[in-house]
């Protein structure tokens, strides 16, 4: 038998909040069956749009952070580089940044969580 993924959205930012340019980390809070979660989750304002970005580094799952002076997001644990577009530059990452899934709806900015 096949496990269901299931996704649910979950509001983290006023769209009056969203970054016009560049990076905005933000983080949210949701509980599923597991507990409660806290994940950081970044928002790039790029030329196709807002992208929500895990902050889960696809090397062994350190959380990455975002330097504004180089625009690239990196890894503490390994070294891995994300460019803005979470596509891997540099390290040992595996694969790009995890793109989440957006909505907007009643002005706020929602993102979808397989839970
Ligand atoms: S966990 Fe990010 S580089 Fe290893």
């Not at 983080?27 to 196709?48: H, K, M, Q, R, V």
């Not at 975002?66 to 390290?91: A, M, R």
């Not at 694969?95 to 706020?108: N, Y």
Request: with cysteine; glycine share 8%.
């Amino acid at each position: 038998m096949e496990a269901k993924i299931i996704i649910k959205y979950f509001p983290i930012l006023e769209l009056k909040d969203a970054p016009e340019k560049g990076v905005k980390k933000t983080s949210l809070t949701y509980t599923d069956d597991s507990g409660e979660n806290e994940i950081t989750i970044f928002l790039a304002a790029l030329p196709e749009g807002l992208i929500a970005f895990s902050a889960v580094c696809s090397h062994l799952g350190c959380i990455v952070d975002w330097n504004s002076k180089t625009e690239q997001f990196l890894c503490p644990c390994h070294g891995s580089k994300y460019d803005v577009n979470g596509n891997v530059i540099g390290g040992p990452a595996p694969a790009p940044l995890e793109r989440l899934i957006t909505e907007i709806k009643e002005e706020k900015i929602f993102v979808g969580i397989k839970i």
